[in-house]
């Protein structure tokens, strides 16, 4: 009598009460109680299986574990005492030797084996019949037939595998598919399925009664005629499962199974040394693989089936061989990948695999084993798979193959390698795996169990339909989920969204599905709630994103257009519905749908264009049309925007393109070309009054890697206010007044990267720095290229199609090249914010469209020419910024400033003693002088003094006086950093 057979005849509430559980609540299905091991009310019992677990010591098994931990005896010794608690005798008579028998191997490990406590799994003697043909004793069988005393003796299965054969195809299969050699093949008794076998199982019947051979499944019953099972007649190898002496004891079509035929776990035979670890995997050959290895292992037929209802069998198995480790290993599979053959279209099927590892791991762990799981390397697999056959076919070693084991994982670790989406659909299915709601769909209504009378359950009708949710849309602030109602008369609604209000509250709900339709709801709250968790859980509808952000998506690391979506070089498109599928997701772009004055507007979305343009043509009749190399540089600029990740990962900026010129100068159309680049069509944002913080926030959110262009750029009130948002912008940071509620409340991020043009350049010095100017004139245009280059523009966005698709192609050389030019600018002493700036942008074209030596002297030009122009206005921002710089490290603070009436009192020549140092320092060269400074203080219209006499602490001192209402933000800070130092602008007051 097998282990199973045996534990299956216990009377589990009679069994357990008699070893020392006191039951408090019984429900005919489980019982709870207190814990004989705690003595905590946590003890749950499943009556049916016999399974128990304790809450509150978190100490689980089934009847074996729990009679060994009662009476601390080892999983062995429970096994004998309940057997003499049911009457069994203890040992099995014992069996007659096979004639031709398989030998057990040596039960000693290899040193190898012993140092990754992996038991060995032995090996047979050499010198088997050839079963591959007819044998000279009898042609018509291959094998001696037994006595008619022995075919008593042996199941009909073993009976069956001497009588079958191998074919020389099925052989050569096995060898050269799976890496089998002929010993192993001879020692596990593979035999080839099909039509011969018709014959066979007639001289089965002439040797076994018809009742025992459709026991066994070798016979089926069709109208009263036994006819042979139909798998054993087609064209796929029969696996049989030998127990430790090699008789037959089980059998199994490769891939298939008897009906009404349990499946067992493969096989006894495996584990005949008693080893304290092993392997388990998926199926048969897998484990027999694992032999060559010197590795013990079994195989799981059907993942899902022993991770579940066959759970039982596999734990009573292990427990019976006294197996304390367990590493989980199954398939290695890429299912991801639409070229490869084992492709899932559908996210939530990819990762079967990795769900039934975790869940096997776990519940093996529950049972009382160690486990840990294995994961084969990707590098192994041919054509997205790889297992432990296919390894074995590959020459892999014991030591590859020792390597995974010893690397392998705690289940928990395991979930935590998942990418995360892995994780989200393995959670998913756990949650779903475990859940024991009472709610449940039947007949396209829902039922809930509820109590009886007596303590019976019975099932209640709460609704007369049941609801399919065929689409989730996700937006950064809400789910839209789209559903369909199916009624018990079969009447199915349309597919329609509902809304949070909708499905949260029972009367709401009522109301809901009533106006859809003949659908009722009879439910109350909890039934509500129970039957959304239950549909969310069973859910396998379509998960569709739709960002706020267009162009690249951090978070799912695609490019996503109106047109297509890319994703490592691959091109997706879109489908009827407008929407993106990729790998499993759907991407529905969004428009930009603010105006900036607060009305509702729809901005089109930017296409890419994939009809190829000869770019070095397009840059030279731009060059033309605008008159010199403001073509080059702008286009650098759009270049530079596509890599602006890895260039702002780097340098923590991204520099602000800034055409101006005169009305009418051209700047307007130079720049809608510029944005054409970007798939972008747009007349530009205004910068105007009616322009809000909140709508430019958003603007800069919604383009991301993408450029943004802002227009009319004026040095007035109502457009300067922006200048800190554009300066923050820069740094993709949130500083300066007034831009925190603008970012920060709104949560909105810098994405996008900056375009400015206007008639004049910005005053603001901080804003300027940040700025590549371009002076547009229709003086230098020529006609003939700007008609030209009008005419073409539609097609300038395959610029950005190609770098997106080839990205990894240009980003090292763009990098390198970025590194190179600024650090030759900044030898030819140009500043290190102006370098950057101008070194991104050329250094990208230069790497992507042409080298052109005119065109990088023209830059050194243009950045001395910025250098000289800005000189005298650095000077003192320079001072100003070093100061503010200085009072954060305490090296200058109350004892030079003060802060009273709205007015800054800076006592400069204390100040500039100790900036000339700092300056030197962090220089290396010569400070301005103090006299130079002085002299441009006094042409500021916020300085109101600069010899003012009065005390600065309790010094009198000559001091500047500086109007903050007139100040710049730099000025500013500088006060907010004195406040910081607990004085406020309308004290005087100064400690020391």
Request: hydrophobic share 35%.
């Amino acid at each position: 009598m097998s282990l199973e057979n045996i534990i299956s005849r216990l009377d589990n509430a009679a069994f357990f009460k008699e070893h020392g559980f006191v039951a408090k609540k019984n429900t005919g299905r489980r019982a709870e109680g207190i814990c004989p091991f705690c003595g905590e009310a946590k003890f749950n019992l499943n009556l049916e299986k016999g399974l128990w677990q304790c809450f509150g010591c978190h100490k689980s098994g089934n009847q074996i574990t729990f009679y060994a931990q009662k009476n601390n005896v080892s999983n062995r010794e429970a096994v004998k005492a309940i057997k003499r608690y049911l009457g069994v005798e203890d040992d099995l008579p014992p069996r007659k030797k096979r004639r031709s028998g398989v030998s057990g191997a040596q039960s000693g490990q290899s040193e190898e084996a012993a140092g990754q406590g992996i038991s060995p799994a032995g090996s047979t003697e050499d010198g088997r019949p050839d079963i591959d043909g007819p044998s000279e004793i009898n042609e018509q069988y291959p094998h001696k037939e037994a006595a008619p005393d022995e075919v008593e003796q042996k199941h009909p299965y073993e009976r069956l595998i001497e009588l079958a054969s191998l074919t020389p195809a099925d052989r050569e299969s096995l060898k050269k598919k799976r890496g089998f050699t002929d010993e192993m093949i001879e020692e596990f008794k593979f035999r080839s399925g099909g039509g011969y076998l018709r014959e066979i199982v007639g001289k089965l019947q002439g040797e076994y009664s018809g009742d025992r051979l459709l026991e066994v499944g070798i016979l089926r019953n069709v109208n009263g005629t036994l006819l042979p099972e139909k798998q054993l007649l087609e064209d796929r190898i029969l696996i049989p499962y030998l127990d430790e002496e090699g008789h037959v004891y089980h059998l199994r079509p490769h891939k298939l199974g008897f009906s009404n035929i349990p499946a067992q776990p493969y096989s006894r035979y495996l584990l005949r040394h008693h080893p304290k670890k092993i392997v388990l995997t998926e199926g048969e050959f897998k484990a027999a693989a694992l032999t060559a290895w010197e590795i013990a292992g079994i195989g799981g037929p059907g993942t899902s089936s022993f991770g579940d209802k066959n759970l039982d069998r596999l734990v009573f198995l292990l427990q019976e061989f006294d197996v304390k480790e367990v590493c989980v290993i199954y398939d290695s599979e890429e299912k991801g990948d639409p070229s490869l053959p084992n492709f899932k279209e559908q996210l939530n099927k990819r990762y079967d695999t990795q769900y039934w590892s975790y869940i096997m791991a776990y519940k093996l762990h529950q049972a009382g084993f160690k486990t840990t799981v294995g994961w084969l390397p990707a590098e192994w697999r041919i054509d997205g798979k790889i297992d432990f056959d296919g390894a074995l076919a590959q020459g892999r070693t014991a030591a590859e193959i020792r390597k995974v084991i010893k690397e392998a994982k705690g289940y928990k670790e395991f979930l935590a390698t998942m990418d995360e989406d892995g994780q989200r659909v393995i959670k998913r299915k756990i949650a779903k795996h475990f859940s024991k709601k009472n709610v449940k769909r039947e007949f396209n209504k829902y039922m809930v169990t509820v109590p009886g009378v007596n303590g019976q359950e019975y099932d209640k009708e709460i609704s007369n339909f049941v609801i399919n949710i065929k689409s989730n849309f996700f937006t950064q602030d809400s789910v839209i989920r789209n559903v369909q109602l199916v009624n018990t008369y079969g009447e199915v609604s349309d597919v329609f969204p509902i809304e949070s209000s909708a499905m949260a509250a029972a009367d709401a709900f009522k109301k809901f599905v009533l106006s859809k339709g003949n659908y009722i709801f009879k439910g109350n709250g909890t039934d509500l709630t129970n039957i959304w968790e239950y549909e969310f859980l069973n859910n396998d509808g379509e998960l569709i994103y739709m960002p706020e952000q267009i162009g690249w998506i951090d978070a799912h690391k695609v490019w996503l257009f109106g047109n297509m979506a890319i994703k490592d070089g691959k091109i997706y498109r879109p489908d009827n519905d407008g929407i993106i599928w990729v790998e499993g997701k759907g991407f529905k772009p969004q428009s930009f749908s603010v105006a900036s004055d607060s009305r509702v507007s729809e901005n089109a979305i930017p296409h890419l264009c994939e009809k190829e343009i000869n770019i070095c043509d397009v840059a030279e009749r731009m060059k033309h049309s605008v008159g010199g190399y403001e073509a080059y540089i702008a286009i650098g600029w759009v270049i530079a925007t596509i890599f602006s990740r890895d260039i702002f990962a780097k340098y923590k900026c991204m520099p602000i393109l800034f055409p101006h010129g005169k009305r009418e100068s051209g700047k307007t159309t130079f720049m809608r070309w510029i944005m054409g680049f970007f798939g972008i069509e747009t007349e530009g944002i205004s910068v105007g009054k009616t322009t809000t913080a909140n709508f430019i926030a958003r603007a800069l959110s919604y383009w991301s890697s993408l450029g943004v262009w802002f227009d009319e750029y004026r040095n007035e009130s109502g457009v300067i206010e922006k200048d800190g948002l554009f300066r923050s912008a820069y740094n993709r940071q949130v500083s300066g007044k007034g831009t925190a509620t603008a970012f920060q409340s709104k949560g909105f991020s810098v994405h996008s990267v900056i375009s400015i043009s206007g008639e004049e350049l910005p005053k603001d010095n901080g804003l300027f720095t940040r700025c590549i100017p371009l002076q547009i004139s229709s003086y230098k245009r020529q006609r003939e290229f700007y008609e030209s280059i009008n005419r073409s523009s539609e097609y300038f966005s395959y610029l950005t199609f190609s770098l997106i698709r080839d990205y990894d192609l240009y980003k090292d050389r763009i990098m390198a090249n970025i590194a190179d030019l600024k650090s030759t600018l900044v030898s030819r002493g140009i500043t290190d914010r102006t370098a950057e700036n101008w070194a991104i942008c050329a250094a990208a074209f230069d790497s992507v469209v042409m080298e052109d030596a005119g065109f990088i002297k023209w830059v050194e030009q243009s950045c001395q020419e910025i250098k000289r122009t800005g000189e005298e206005d650095h000077m003192l921002n320079q001072f100003w910024l070093d100061t503010n710089t200085m009072i954060s490290s305490h090296e200058v603070g109350l004892k030079h400033m003060k802060v009273e009436d709205n007015k800054l009192y800076v006592w400069l020549q204390g100040v500039y003693s100790e900036w000339s140092v700092y300056y030197r320092k962090r220089t290396g060269r010569e400070p301005f002088d103090l006299q130079s400074i002085m002299k441009y203080l006094r042409e500021e219209p916020y300085c109101l003094d600069s010899s003012y006499r009065c005390f600065i602490g309790k010094v009198r001192r000559r001091a500047a006086v500086i109007d903050l209402s007139q100040a710049n933000e730099i000025i500013q800070e500088i006060a907010d950093s004195l406040d910081e130092l607990g004085h406020n602008h309308d004290s005087g007051d100064e400690e020391y």
